[in-house]
């Protein structure tokens, strides 16, 4: 078989992957403009915008993604600070302990949130903090921050030591070493770190879904659950059109942490000069 028949193979079967992926997108688009959408992707009879409007005016939605917004920024502010701080001295201080407890993060991280669920509902019962937003908040923090150190130790590393060694020289203390030479080399560490917390918990179902039990404490993400009627019945477009504008913050969020994450490393050349 040549390589031109091969590489036409390879085409065709991304292509195909290509298309399964991008229809779901076509039809949250379309359905999210068509007053009448059920399951299947079809061409609307009229266009119209009165689903995005249902959404945009409605209260509980739009208190549902601020309280979304916040639990998602909260967390992804702590788990970028803790893991940073927590990263520090695994990556530069030759630690007896490091070895077992990189161990024990790298075991934490493939360990699932909703296997310490039962225990956790019972101690928050217990200190008062079921049925609240900082409880969710802690909660999904502290699941993040084993991956969160993980990758923060592993972007430190790429940081050279003789960077921080002439801020010392320069009468720099540890931390104006690590906030003025450490973290702007290592701000697409940082971006990615953000990115990846803010997503998890933008996203995240099962977790506030047990924690919270007040309606008007919901994040957007069990809201969507609301256009899910009790006897199958499900209203497409407004599901849509909440989808659409659920998509929106990790999008944009996405695009606009592009011109860091592009930038790349650039400590060898530092380090030379």
């Not at 040549?2 to 290509?18: Q, R």
């Not at 079809?42 to 409605?58: C, H, I, M, Q, R």
């Not at 702590?78 to 201080?93: D, E, F, M």
Request: aromatic residues 14%; glycine residues 8%.
């Amino acid at each position: 078989m040549g390589e031109k028949t091969v590489n036409a193979i390879h085409y065709v079967i991304l292509t195909i992957i290509g298309i399964v992926f991008v229809l779901p997108l076509i039809w949250l688009v379309v359905a999210s403009l068509d007053l009448n959408a059920n399951q299947a992707l079809k061409w609307p009879e009229t266009w119209t915008f009165s689903n995005y409007t249902g959404v945009l005016t409605n209260p509980d939605d739009m208190r549902g993604f601020g309280i979304g917004l916040v639990i998602s920024l909260v967390q992804s502010l702590i788990v970028v600070l803790v893991s940073g701080l927590a990263a520090y001295p695994l990556s530069r201080y030759r630690l007896s302990y490091k070895k077992g407890f990189m161990y024990t993060i790298l075991f934490m991280t493939s360990l699932p949130m909703i296997a310490v669920i039962v225990p956790i509902y019972k101690m928050f019962l217990q200190i008062g903090l079921l049925d609240s937003i900082p409880g969710v908040i802690l909660y999904l923090s502290a699941s993040s921050l084993p991956y969160g150190i993980w990758l923060m130790k592993n972007f430190m590393d790429g940081v050279p030591v003789e960077l921080e060694e002439a801020a010392w020289v320069d009468g720099a203390t540890t931390m104006q070493s690590i906030l003025k030479v450490v973290a702007p080399l290592m701000f697409p560490g940082i971006c990615v770190v953000f990115i990846y917390t803010f997503s998890g918990s933008w996203g995240n179902f099962f977790i506030p879904y047990i924690l919270i039990s007040s309606p008007d404490k919901m994040p957007a993400s069990v809201l969507l659950y609301q256009f899910f009627g009790q006897h199958g019945s499900i209203s497409y477009g407004p599901l849509a059109a909440f989808s659409v504008i659920y998509a929106l913050p990790s999008i944009l969020l996405y695009i606009l942490s592009q011109n860091y994450m592009s930038k790349g490393f650039t400590m060898a050349g530092a380090a030379k000069g």
